[in-house]
């Protein structure tokens, strides 16, 4: 049997834990393997033997916000197991805590000896990824500390300095060193006649920079009352539909999900704050636009995300250039990382601002939250970054120079800037690749939105009416513009993007959808483009593909070239309500509701191609983050477009 791994998220911390409740270490695979904060490993190691072997899987790790497994000694049929191990772990702010308990099967007393492998290699996640890169780290040293009550590691390079410390109680009776590095925690315990024995395992992380007074929580129990309580004060207040309990199911688990995927970030004013990462276990960190489009999806329900997202991006909004960085004043940050490569310059991801759309989706949500709560101070205290942002818009970023929003591959970061930002996601229809400048069309649909909704702030709270007017232009020509260029006559559809040379690209997508949403295109179109995404090459029965089937360089497996997104399919469901194409909404959200169903109501961050006609449950795609947030949040987006029937 293939040992799965079960990803346990609290904020900022995650562990992946094999199904006997184990880390492995093991480099490579499609998700990480450890105990992870801020970007940095801090458990390589976590492996259990009873009486120098293995055990065996009696109940393997089931996914939830704990990890519990029962496990036993290696035997046979004719000689039953001397003792039984009930394992049940779970992560907190920085932490990692296992309860493990060992009961005795036999009518006399047994001795069990146990030992705990364990390592903390701090390796940066960056290093993890399938690309199998390295990276220099010069004068780096790690160095291993025994404790009464277990053992410490500890990791320098220069200035960065990270910590991991194990405890345990009852204490090990011995700690031995294996010749790798790790480290060896051993237990003898002696059981009465059915008797039990009780070990309390901790783990600290003390990640750079992280100054805070962190306690390791008591037990997994513990940890769990808090998961609760959080989840508790996300669904608090949200009528979830009773006539759809498949809707409201993944509604309810969706905001739990966003419960735990809440990380630390910092205001304008250095204000403590709580926004949405994007997803675990890849990016548990804070991307501009992944926070921005679950925020507005979790606004009618649950504003509080949505002003802590627009704090936290005003906050890292770019107020000079960089290179590196793609940095440019007015800019909105792409993502933010905290790791010990970006620390160093490494990988240019500790402020890296390589997004076309985030911007945009700023402003976007600025308008949206101000219309949608009535409360017009945060608009107020950011009218500096909304004008900064629009500057960047129509400078920078191409309105007044090129007509729309540009941008060019990165070589040291993203070759596509736009939401679909794998190297080969913006194609012509047999595969070809532009070069050069690129004006994907969802942005400039996005772009439109935030022309149109600043205009009315800028109007309503800050009473500058010649700004509006002229935002407001400066829309109607964007939009006049955008159906004569993109608009492809013989497909009547529009082009996915312009190359450098205005050349439409002319692959068929579901980029078409997110011109709905924001508004961008006539009646006559929208409706035609809407129709148009609900014929079978688009429509696989889970959702709207990424690319429409049949054309040369669609593939099911690929990542944006015919895979089935949750977050990309809950907009356009919003987009195909705005343009009154009710059933077909409705069409698309029962499809979603449906693959969630298939997984405890969770909807993964992408879904495979493959049509409902030739498999009958949804096909997962390999390297999907288990819990992301936009699609956490796209069922309140479904409850949005359609209602609960």
């Known amino acids: 049997m293939t040992d799965r791994q079960h990803l346990l998220v609290h904020g900022a911390t995650f562990a992946a834990v094999g199904d006997r409740g184990d880390i492995s270490g093991v480099r490579g695979g499609s998700a990480p393997d450890g105990l992870f ?6 458990l390589s190691r976590w492996q259990l033997t009873v009486d120098g072997a293995v055990p065996e899987v009696l109940a393997p790790v089931t996914d939830g916000d704990a990890a519990r497994c029962v496990l036993v000694p290696r035997g046979g049929r004719q000689e039953p197991p001397a003792c039984t191990l009930f394992r049940e772990q779970a992560v907190g702010d920085s932490s990692f805590v296992e309860s493990l308990r060992v009961t005795g099967n036999r009518p006399v007393a047994t001795t069990v000896r146990l030992a705990l492998t364990v390592d903390a290699d701090f390796t940066d996640q960056f290093e993890l990824r399938a690309d199998h890169r390295t990276y220099a780290k010069a004068g780096a040293v790690r160095s291993r500390e025994v404790l009464d009550d277990g053992i410490e590691f500890t990791y320098r390079r220069a200035e960065w300095h990270s910590v991991t410390t194990i405890t345990a109680d009852p204490a090990p009776d011995a700690v031995e060193e294996t010749g790798t590095g790790a480290r060896r925690l051993v237990w003898t315990l002696g059981l009465e006649p059915h008797g039990t024995a009780e070990l309390m395992l901790r783990v600290m992380a003390r990640p750079h920079g992280d100054r805070r007074a962190l306690r390791v929580p008591r037990s997994p129990a513990s940890v769990n009352e808090r998961l609760v309580a959080a989840e508790g004060r996300f669904v608090e207040g949200v009528a979830f539909p009773t006539g759809w309990p498949e809707l409201a199911a993944a509604c309810a688990r969706g905001l739990a999900d966003l419960a735990a995927l809440q990380v630390p970030a910092t205001g304008p004013d250095g204000e403590e704050l709580r926004v949405p990462a994007a997803g675990a ?7 501009g636009r992944d926070a921005l489009l679950t925020s507005l999806f979790t606004l009618p329900y649950h504003p509080r995300p949505a002003a802590a997202t627009l704090l936290a991006l005003a906050a890292a909004q770019a107020t000079g250039a960089g290179s590196s960085s793609v940095a440019q004043p007015g800019k909105i940050v792409h993502e933010v990382r905290h790791g010990e490569l970006a620390h160093f310059g490494q990988v240019p991801f ?4 390589g997004s076309v759309d985030a911007t945009p989706l700023f402003l976007v949500l600025l308008g949206a939250y101000t219309e949608g709560t009535g409360d017009t101070a945060l608009a107020r205290r950011l009218e500096p970054h909304a004008r900064a942002a629009i500057g960047w818009m129509l400078d920078h970023g191409g309105l007044t120079s090129r007509g729309y929003l540009v941008y060019r591959a990165d070589e040291g970061g993203l070759a596509n800037q736009n939401w679909k930002d794998s190297p080969g996601a913006i194609c012509w229809a047999d595969g070809t690749r532009p070069t050069g400048a690129v004006m994907a069309a969802g942005a400039q649909g996005y772009a439109y939105d935030a022309l149109r909704r600043t205009a009315w702030v800028a109007r309503g709270v800050w009473g500058d009416e010649t700004y509006a007017a002229l935002l407001q232009q400066a829309a109607a020509d964007l939009r006049d513009r955008f159906q004569r260029d993109f608009w492809m006559r013989e497909q009547s559809f529009p082009a996915l993007a312009l190359d450098g040379t205005g050349r439409q690209v002319d692959a068929l997508a579901s980029d078409a959808g997110h011109l709905l ?13 809407g129709r148009r995404l609900l014929e079978p090459d688009f429509f696989s029965g889970w959702g709207v593909r990424t690319l429409a089937s049949g054309q040369p360089a669609y593939h099911p497996l690929s990542y944006h070239r015919g895979s089935v997104w949750p977050h990309d399919n809950a907009l356009i469901t919003l987009g195909l ?9 409705r069409t698309v959200a029962h499809a979603l509701v449906d693959a969630a169903g298939a997984t405890g109501h969770r909807l993964p961050e992408v879904l495979a ?10 096909v997962p795609y390999p390297h999907a983050c288990v819990r992301e947030s936009r699609s ?14």
């Open 37 to 42: 904060v801020r970007d940095a490993r801090h």
């Open 281 to 287: 276990p890849w990016f548990l960190t804070l991307l």
């Open 350 to 353: 500790g402020r890296y601002y």
């Open 517 to 529: 949403w924001s508004g961008l295109l006539d009646k006559e179109y929208g409706e035609a483009v």
């Open 577 to 585: 309500a705005r343009y009154g194409l009710h059933d077909e909404a």
């Open 609 to 618: 191609g493959y049509g409902r006609d030739t498999h009958p449950e949804p």
């Open 632 to 645: 956490a949040a796209a069922p309140l987006a479904l409850l949005t477009a359609v209602g609960g029937a």
